[in-house]
T-cell receptor
Framework: DVKVTQSSRYLVKRTGEKVFLECVQD?????MFWYRQDPGLGLRLIYF???????EKGDIPEGYSVSREKKERFSLILESASTNQTSMYLC????????????????FGQGTRLTVV | DQQVKQNSPSLSVQEGRISILNCDYT??????FLWYKKYPAEGPTFLIS?????DKNEDGRFTVFLNKSAKHLSLHIVPSQPGDSAVYFC????????????????FGKGTHLIIQP
C-alpha cells in the first residue's frame, strides 16, 4: 500500500514564525503535491514537484515555498506565517503514468491542521 | 474562475438507493478525471478514475460516467450504504506538462453525501 506521511496532525504557530510542513512517501513516486483545504473552497494546489529539486507553482503559491532535496520528501515552508494561512494542509504523491495518460491517481497523507494565532 | 464545478454542496439519499454525484468542467484540455472521498480530519482517498478516451468505468458499487461533449461527469453509487456518508470531490488533470508528469489535480469544492437509514 502507498503510504504518504505528514509529520504532524496538528500544529499551532504564531504569526510571523517560519513553519515547516514535512511529507514523506514510500512508493518512489515522481510527483508530489501540496494542497490546502478550506471550507467552501475545496482543495487548492499550492505547489507541486515532478522530480527532485524541481518545483512548480500551483494556483495559490503566495506566501509559501517548497523544497524537494530527495525523491521521497517534499517540504512546504511558510516563510512568515499569517492568520489567513490557518488551514488543513494535504500532501499527495503520484507516479507518472504510461499508456492512456501521463496522469494517475494521487495518494494523500492524513493532513496537517495548522492554526496560526 | 472555477474549472471544476460541483454545484450541489450536499446531497441526501436513503440507504439502499442510488446516489448520483455530478461534476462539470470548463477546461477542454482535461483528459483524466477522478473521484475522491473524504472523511473529516482525514486525507482524501481515491475512489475511481476515468480517462477521456472512455465514457464509463466501473468498480464494484461505484461507476463513473463521462460525457465529453457536455463536459460533465457523474459518480453513481449503488446501493448506497451508511459508510458512504462523506464529502466527495471531483478532480481533473491534464497531461500537457512538458516533463510528462501529472501537473496537479484541479478539484471541485466537494459534495457532502448523507446516507439516511
Amino acid at each position: 500500500d502507498v503510504k504518504v506521511t505528514q509529520s504532524s496532525r496538528y500544529l499551532v504557530k504564531r504569526t510571523g514564525e517560519k513553519v515547516f510542513l514535512e511529507c514523506v512517501q514510500d512508493m518512489d513516486h515522481e510527483n508530489m503535491f501540496w494542497y490546502r483545504q478550506d471550507p467552501g473552497l475545496g482543495l487548492r494546489l499550492i505547489y507541486f514537484s515532478y522530480d527532485v529539486k524541481m518545483k512548480e507553482k500551483g494556483d495559490i503559491p503566495e506566501g509559501y515555498s517548497v523544497s524537494r532535496e530527495k525523491k521521497e520528501r517534499f517540504s512546504l515552508i511558510l516563510e512568515s506565517a499569517s492568520t489567513n494561512q490557518t488551514s488543513m494542509y494535504l500532501c499527495a504523491s503520484s507516479k507518472t503514468g504510461t499508456g492512456e495518460s501521463w496522469a494517475t491517481e494521487a495518494f494523500f497523507g492524513q493532513g496537517t491542521r495548522l492554526t496560526v494565532v | 474562475d472555477q474549472q471544476v464545478k460541483q454545484n450541489s454542496p450536499s446531497l441526501s439519499v436513503q440507504e439502499g438507493r442510488i446516489s448520483i454525484l455530478n461534476c462539470d468542467y470548463t477546461n477542454s484540455m482535461f483528459d483524466y478525471f477522478l473521484w475522491y472521498k473524504k472523511y473529516p480530519a482525514e486525507g482524501p482517498t481515491f475512489l475511481i478514475s476515468i480517462s477521456s478516451i472512455k465514457d464509463k468505468n466501473e468498480d464494484g458499487r461505484f461507476t463513473v460516467f463521462l460525457n465529453k461533449s457536455a463536459k460533465h461527469l457523474s459518480l453513481h453509487i449503488v446501493p448506497s450504504q451508511p459508510g458512504d456518508s462523506a464529502v466527495y470531490f471531483c478532480a481533473a488533470s491534464t497531461d500537457l506538462y512538458s516533463g510528462g508528469g501529472a501537473d496537479g489535480l484541479t478539484f471541485g469544492k466537494g459534495t457532502h453525501l448523507i446516507i439516511q437509514p
